[in-house]
């Protein structure tokens, strides 16, 4: 059979660009086309970054349907059954609200498809196709195959080095997808060695681990972690807020090149968090696990969510405040959306307050339900506002980055993607948005952590920098490095040892310094492992 796998068109919010839909690819369908048995001829057309043709004549249509895309969706799938092409839908939105997919599709597919997809090749090329396959038994998280990243020739993607180590999240956060019905959330983490090979297969040494939580299972995190430190790689990932339980944890994120943390803060209101169920984040620990991973050279950025019952308007101003105050550099932040089949949608529901149903507002860029304590124009308004607010010059220059070796990455993400994202897009359509990123990621990662800077330094006894500006051109080549301005320096000790490669010590007393303790220049003393 000829299989033609879609990602339909997302809808756009006004504050992204471009950029965001063309991000990076749909892993869903790299992974259903590495799940195609070779008989078969597979191909995966992203409507995203591409004109998609529809006038064609393939076997079997595989559409993966989000909520904000299953519009779009429902048109592809008609122009296809219009003409008698067998069309299947998957993906979240149809795991979560089959009902909503099965008038328009020959059959639909809850929940993952490794068990499911190739006995649905079969009934396809015997003209047998079932009308609702559903996953029972839980995928052998071992069984899930390495991506075909080969199908994406010639697509235009900011990254294609994004991959996952599991699947699910031991939470259930009552506005997140895990806590529908017919998701299997159960965390489960992929054996190392599959991890490494699918690293291998991506064939680049910086990497995007898009895990819902790559602390999922701390244990396994750690024993990862020390081999991803073998590897020399340059990595990002997301964590659960409580992430600064595990300062051990943090430290071998920092010394295996991990370079930003995505969490999910959500709000600094606690009555929300415990309306959301989201008990595992502790507001009176937010600031000291900001401060912890910045120590260690890492960027955060922090999810943010507005609208719940406890928000009124000063949520916007008190929001902001504390994102300056802790000099985050980067904000992602939506207004709570009631995804069909969560929780959340179940209890606004039932109270009567969702009043839009036009799903392709539910892109967190629109208030879809009634707030408790604001009006919809004020929820909108406020999302709006803080978007400028945040990536304004003076929200740029007030989070100056704590950490010297920080500020390539800071300012390539707040100017080349937030604040000129239009231009810098249409610039990545004309000369490559891969060519582009790549030069964005040299610019903003510019060199290779320590290990290789000793290895370019051939030192065999203690290294002694007499300047500040020696020490964090060395240190900055390590990325490890949290300085501020003046003659007396902040350095932040811990940070610089967690590079792996590095200990530093005060050339007067001979100890190492307390993390943060201020040192005068021409004070520090570096000893290559
Ligand atoms: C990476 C990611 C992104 C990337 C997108 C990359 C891309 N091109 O797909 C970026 C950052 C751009 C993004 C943006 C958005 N995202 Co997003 N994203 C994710 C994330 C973290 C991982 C998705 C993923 O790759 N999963 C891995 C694959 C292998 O799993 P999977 O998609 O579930 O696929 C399996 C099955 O579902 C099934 N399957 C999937 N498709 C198909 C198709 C067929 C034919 C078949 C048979 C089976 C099948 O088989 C797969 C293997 O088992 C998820 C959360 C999550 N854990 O899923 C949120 C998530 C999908 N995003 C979500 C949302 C809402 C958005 C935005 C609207 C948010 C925004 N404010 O901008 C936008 C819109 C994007 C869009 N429409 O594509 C929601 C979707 C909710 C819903 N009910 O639809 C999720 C679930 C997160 C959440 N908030 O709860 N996102
Ligand atoms: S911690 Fe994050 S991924 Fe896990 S259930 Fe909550 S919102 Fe979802």
Redesign the pocket.
């Known amino acids: 059979m000829r299989i033609k796998?879609i990602?339909?068109r997302?809808?756009?919010?006004r504050m992204?660009s471009d950029w965001?839909?063309r991000?990076?690819?749909?892993?869903?369908?790299?992974?259903?086309g590495a799940?195609t048995p070779p008989e078969h001829e597979v191909g995966i057309d992203?409507e995203?970054v591409e004109k998609i043709t529809l006038d064609d004549h393939p076997d079997l249509v595989?559409?993966?349907?989000?909520?904000?895309?299953f519009y779009r969706a429902v048109e592809i799938a008609r122009h296809y059954t219009q003409r008698g092409i067998p069309v299947?839908?998957?993906?979240?939105?149809?795991?979560?609200?089959p009902e909503d997919c099965l008038p328009y599709a020959d059959a639909v597919?809850v929940?993952?498809?490794?068990h499911?997809?190739p006995r649905?090749l079969e009934d396809a090329a015997r003209g047998a196709l079932k009308k609702v396959?559903r996953?029972t038994a839980p995928?052998d998280i071992a069984a899930?195959p390495v991506?075909r990243w080969e199908l994406l020739k010639g697509k235009n993607y900011l990254f294609t080095n994004?991959m996952?180590i599991g699947?699910g999240?031991p939470w259930r956060c009552d506005?997140?997808?895990?806590s529908?019905d017919n998701i299997d959330a159960r965390y489960r983490m992929k054996p190392i060695p599959n991890i490494i090979r699918e690293i291998e297969a991506l064939g680049i040494d910086h990497v995007m681990f898009?895990?819902?939580n790559f602390i999922g299972s701390p244990r396994g995190a750690r024993e990862l972690i020390r081999e991803l430190k073998r590897m020399n790689l340059t990595w990002h990932t997301?964590v659960s807020a409580d992430v600064g339980r595990h300062e051990d944890i943090l430290d071998l994120m920092s010394e295996s090149g991990c370079k930003s943390l995505f969490i999910g803060f959500e709000t600094v209101n606690r009555e929300n968090l415990l309306k959301c169920r989201k008990t595992q984040n502790r507001i009176e620990r937010y600031d000291e696990t900001i401060a912890k991973i910045h120590q260690r050279g890492m960027m955060v950025n922090a999810s943010i969510v507005f609208g719940f019952d406890g928000d009124d308007t000063s949520v916007f101003p008190a929001t902001l405040e504390w994102l300056v105050r802790n000099r985050v550099a980067t904000m992602?932040a939506?207004i709570l959306?009631p995804?069909?089949?969560?929780s959340l949608y179940r209890r606004l529901s039932g109270e009567g307050r969702i009043v839009d149903y036009d799903l392709t507002h539910?892109?967190?860029?629109h208030a879809v339900f009634l707030p408790m304590r604001m009006s919809r124009a004020e929820l909108e308004e406020g999302h709006r506002w803080i978007y400028r607010r945040f990536y304004s010059w003076e929200g740029i220059l007030r989070r100056w980055p704590v950490s010297s070796g920080q500020v390539t990455a800071y300012l390539t993400f707040a100017l080349v993607y937030r604040k000129f994202g239009k231009l810098t897009c249409g610039l990545g359509k004309l000369f490559g948005m891969r060519n582009l990123a790549m030069a964005a990621r040299a610019f903003a990662y510019p060199a290779k952590r320590t290990k290789n800077l000793s290895a370019e330094r051939t030192v065999s006894s203690w290294l002694r920098f007499d300047t500040l500006g020696e020490f964090s051109g060395f240190a900055a080549k390590g990325n490890v490095v949290g300085l501020s301005g003046g003659k007396k320096a902040a350095i932040s000790h811990r940070a610089l040892v967690s590079s792996g490669s590095a200990a530093c010590i005060c050339s007067r007393t001979g100890r190492a310094p307390a993390c943060g303790a201020s040192l005068p220049d021409s004070a520090l003393l570096c000893r290559p492992d």
Do not use: Q
Request: charged share 15%; proline share 6%.
């Open positions: 796998l990602s339909p997302t809808t756009m919010r992204d965001k839909t991000m990076s690819p749909p892993l869903s369908l790299l992974v259903l799940l992203d995203n595989g559409i993966t349907v989000k909520v904000d895309t299947v839908m998957g993906g979240i939105h149809v795991t979560a609200r597919v929940g993952e498809a490794e499911i997809w649905l396959y996953n995928v899930v991506p994004t996952r699947r999240c506005f997140c997808y895990n529908s898009i895990d819902d997301a992602t939506h959306t995804y069909p089949g969560t539910y892109n967190t860029a």
